[in-house]
C-alpha cells in the first residue's frame, strides 16, 4: 500500500498519479479525498476482499463526485 498525504491534492495532481497509476500493472488507487490517496498492488489477492472492493467504489465515486462539482 502507497499512501500519498498533501495539505492539498489537487484535481490536476489527482488526474496525474490516477494515469501513473493505470499506465503500471497491477496498481490501483484505493481511496482518493482532497488531501489524500491511496494506492494498492492488486498482484497480492490475499489482501482484497468484497468489503474493500465495494469501499473502493464507493469513494471512487465521491471524488469522481467532488470533482464534478467543483467544475460546475
Known amino acids: 500500500v502507497i499512501e500519498l498525504e498533501a495539505a492539498e491534492i489537487t484535481t490536476e495532481q489527482r488526474s496525474t498519479i490516477r494515469d501513473a497509476v493505470q499506465s503500471l500493472v497491477g496498481l490501483e488507487v484505493l481511496e482518493e479525498t482532497r488531501d489524500r490517496v491511496v ?34
Not at 44 to 71: C, F, G, K, Q, Y
Open 39 to 72: 494506492v494498492q498492488d492488486l498482484l497480492d489477492s490475499s489482501e482484497l476482499s468484497i468489503h474493500n472492493a465495494v469501499t473502493r467504489m464507493r469513494l471512487i465515486s465521491l471524488s469522481m463526485l467532488e470533482d464534478a462539482i467543483t467544475a460546475l
